[in-house]
Nanobody, 124 residues
């Protein structure tokens, strides 16, 4: 059974940092991608970043480039999203998801399973 669990969210002041973790298990294949998405109140879910063995980490949003960094440790079944220089507009529930793909995608409908999400609030 596939499971993904996010952790590391919380309340942080503008300019601060958080490191989100996504621990996963039960993947039936060795070639997969881990995507990070977020959904703010009243807004649609958007693809933030993705990490694959072949491409490394990719950021899809211009607003997070240079601030968010991804890593993945397949042997430990864990992926991280390091978020620096956080802004109030980064406030959202952050989700990780997986897909049995070689190359990253930001399209949520292409992902197979999702975690429950972790709340990130950036406020003074």
């Amino acid at each position: 059974q596939v499971q993904l669990v996010e952790s590391g969210g919380g309340l942080v002041q503008p300019g601060g940092s958080l490191k989100l973790s996504c621990t996963y298990s039960g993947f039936p294949v060795d070639d997969y991608i881990i995507g990070w998405f977020r959904q703010a109140p009243g807004k649609e879910r958007e693809g933030v970043s993705c990490v694959s063995a072949s491409e490394g980490g990719l950021n899809y949003l211009d607003s997070v480039k240079g601030r968010f960094f991804l890593s993945r440790y397949s042997a430990r079944n864990i992926a991280f999203l390091q978020m620096n220089g956080l802004k109030p507009e980064d406030t959202a529930v952050y989700y990780c998801a997986w897909a049995r793909r070689t190359f990253c995608t930001q399209h949520s409908y292409l992902y197979d399973d999702w975690g429950q999400g972790t709340q990130v609030t950036v406020s003074s």
